[in-house]
């Protein structure tokens, strides 16, 4: 016959209390972000009497740009749904080429003070004309995304995607991806009308 110790219940919960767990120490959850529900991608055709024309994305409304500074020709994407808009300016190249590009890579790299990197993509379509230049900027700056396109002649086309809400790379993530596949897709339907 085996001989049985009778512990009492709870000294052996005390016991177990005490014993030490795991070594090491408590990690807080990060923070979550609202999940953003993103419509499909389809694209409608510009036409208007512009010196350009190219495909923009459905989930976007065009607007003449209304402010004090704005001159012809210049108009904004609007993605309300999006609290975003790409803001498009053109400039009739007279001479003055080397200086426009310049000055609006100059504004692109205003933003390397917020900017973890600036990647630069360069894009062309000799059939076409287009010769575009796109700046993907990383981290918390005001505008993720720039470019500008021109024919090196007459053209020259710069856009800016701004958000109405506080540069949170980490939230805003998912809307700059899908909005970068807009505006890849705006350059590469880019056309001169002369």
Same mark, same amino acid.
């Given at each position: 016959?085996?001989?049985?110790?009778?512990?009492?219940?709870?000294?052996?919960? !005390?016991?177990? !209390? /005490?014993?030490?767990?795991?070594?090491?120490?408590?990690?807080?959850?990060?923070h979550?972000?609202?999940?953003i529900?993103?419509?499909?991608?389809?694209?409608?055709?510009?036409?208007?009497?512009?010196?350009?024309?190219?495909?923009?994305?459905?989930?976007? /409304?065009i607007?003449?740009?209304?402010?004090?500074?704005?001159?012809?020709?210049?108009?904004? !994407?609007?993605?309300?749904?999006?609290?975003?808009?790409?803001?498009?300016s053109?400039?009739?190249?007279?001479?003055?080429?080397?200086t /426009? /590009?310049?000055?609006?890579?100059?504004?692109?790299?205003?933003?390397?003070?917020?900017?973890?990197?600036?990647?630069?993509?360069?894009?062309?379509?000799?059939?076409?004309?287009?010769?575009?230049?796109?700046?993907?900027?990383?981290?918390?700056?005001?505008?993720?995304?720039?470019?500008?396109?021109?024919?090196?002649?007459?053209?020259?086309?710069?856009?800016?995607?701004?958000?109405?809400?506080?540069?949170?790379?980490?939230?805003?993530?998912?809307?700059?991806?899908?909005?970068?596949?807009?505006?890849?897709?705006?350059?590469?339907? !880019?056309?001169?009308?002369?």
């Amino acid at each position: 016959m085996k001989n049985y110790i009778k512990i009492p219940a709870f000294i052996f919960g !005390l016991a177990f !209390l /005490l014993t030490p767990g795991c070594s090491h120490p408590p990690v807080p959850k990060p923070h979550g972000y609202f999940r953003i529900d993103l419509p499909e991608q389809s694209y409608l055709s510009l036409d208007s009497t512009m010196p350009y024309s190219f495909e923009y994305s459905d989930a976007s /409304l065009i607007e003449t740009d209304l402010s004090f500074e704005a001159e012809p020709y210049w108009i904004n !994407l609007s993605y309300p749904r999006l609290k975003a808009r790409i803001h498009l300016s053109y400039k009739e190249v007279d001479n003055d080429l080397y200086t /426009l /590009l310049e000055d609006n890579i100059r504004l692109a790299y205003k933003h390397v003070v917020k900017a973890d990197a600036i990647e630069e993509q360069l894009y062309i379509d000799e059939d076409k004309n287009i010769y575009a230049l796109i700046f993907e900027i990383k981290g918390d700056a005001a505008s993720p995304l720039q470019f500008l396109a021109t024919d090196s002649l007459r053209h020259f086309l710069r856009g800016s995607l701004y958000f109405d809400a506080r540069p949170n790379r980490d939230s805003l993530a998912p809307v700059i991806d899908y909005i970068t596949e807009d505006i890849f897709h705006l350059v590469e339907t !880019l056309q001169w009308n002369n």
